[in-house]
């Protein structure tokens, strides 16, 4: 039986149709305005995006708490650090 991960999300960002590196710019602008543990999930259509937020995440200190897709739907997952 696999087990499910809740969290709470704090912010969403819609951020079909943009293209890198814009996605990652906007959630960067939006994760300055967390606080510490406050989790953010963005919706992206750009591919790049899978690099560009697992990158982000390794350089940045915040957790990138999933990344998954879905029909061409990328959605991350990050918690502020």
């Known amino acids: 039986m696999k087990k499910v991960l809740t969290v ?3 912010q969403e960002l ?3 149709g943009l293209s890198c590196p814009l996605p990652l710019l906007k959630a960067k ?3 300055s305005k ?3 543990g406050q989790v953010i ?3 992206a259509t750009d591919s790049g ?3 560009d937020f697992a990158s982000f995440a390794r350089i ?3 957790v990138l708490v999933s990344s998954e897709e879905q ?3 990328y959605i991350h997952t990050l918690q502020h650090k």
């Open 34 to 36: 967390m606080h510490s």
């Open 49 to 51: 995006s899978v690099r």
């Open 14 to 16: 819609d951020l079909r």
């Open 29 to 31: 602008q939006a994760l």
């Open 60 to 62: 940045s200190g915040h």
């Open 8 to 10: 709470h999300i704090d």
């Open 71 to 73: 029909q061409g739907l």
């Open 41 to 43: 999930r963005v919706y």
